[in-house]
């Protein structure tokens, strides 16, 4: 069994659902709020311990009831927490609306993820066991450059999610195997709105680029073959939060396994799309053999 590491963000995100999200100064009425367990490093733990990997949380939480709660989920998903350390004060949390189109828009508020600054003892360790190191930027970039370095110092493959997208600094992308930005955050990370584009400019600075494209799938660049698209399942989304951390944590589970690179990104792509067809981040993430009961090559 594949065993993947990430190093990374635990949030609870509080969630509205709207008919449409408000602009700038309006106010309108919600049709439901709920509190449901997040982040982008457990989102994509949670969805490779579902897809059928081993894997290990490393982190923090709060001493809060917030952080009681995502511990608890992680484990009852299968992910393993002794990685995951509590701090004195708040968790992480992230503010989210969702409008009756499936779309959302994310305010984080660190919290706990802010201490997560360096590798705390054990954790090289862990890294080192790893088939996979997943990395996000929702926690304190001199963290996630460790872990990196690290894995690639013991020949563990990283896979790194631009997201919230910055400047990434070089040492950072000379230790990242596999970057799997959305459209938006590979614009963002080299001014071209052009997946195909982006992705080329990529590849001056990492070896090889998945670009998910949302409901038009996703591409596939690297520096020694031709561009690779594969389509997404056509499907009715009512919540797309998490399906970019599903389809990474699939993504990472299929690679593991040492599925071609097409055959892992349609794989991942059904992931995605079996959890946009239901709400909230975590909560919606599919388990390995409702993957496999909709997957087709």
Known sequence: ??????LGSTNMDLVTYVEKAPHRGETVTGREFRTIPGGKG?????????????????????????????????EHSGVTTDHLRTIEGPSGTAHIVVDDAGGNAIVVIPGANGTVD???????GLIASADALLLQLEIPLAAVLAGAQTARSHGVRTILTPAPARPLPPELLDATD??????????????RSDPFAAGAALLDRVPRVV????????VYLTRDAEPLAVP?????AVDSTGAGDTYVGALAVALGEERPIREAMTWA??????SVQQEGASASMPYRS????RYTS
């Open 211 to 218: 670009i998910t494209l949302g409901a038009a799938g996703s």
């Open 269 to 274: 792509a059904t992931a995605a799309a079996l």
């Open 42 to 74: 457990a989102n994509q733990a949670i969805a490779a311990a579902r897809a059928g990997a081993t894997v290990s949380m490393i982190g923090a939480v709060g001493n809060d009831g917030f952080g009681t709660r995502l511990r608890s989920t992680l």
């Open 178 to 191: 596999l970057l799997v930005p959305n459209e938006h955050e590979a614009a963002t990370l080299t001014g």
């Open 232 to 236: 997404a399942p056509h499907v009715t």
């Open 290 to 293: 409702e993957i496999e009961a």
């Open 1 to 6: 069994m594949t065993h993947i590491a990430v």
């Open 118 to 124: 360096h590798l705390a003892p054990g954790d090289e």
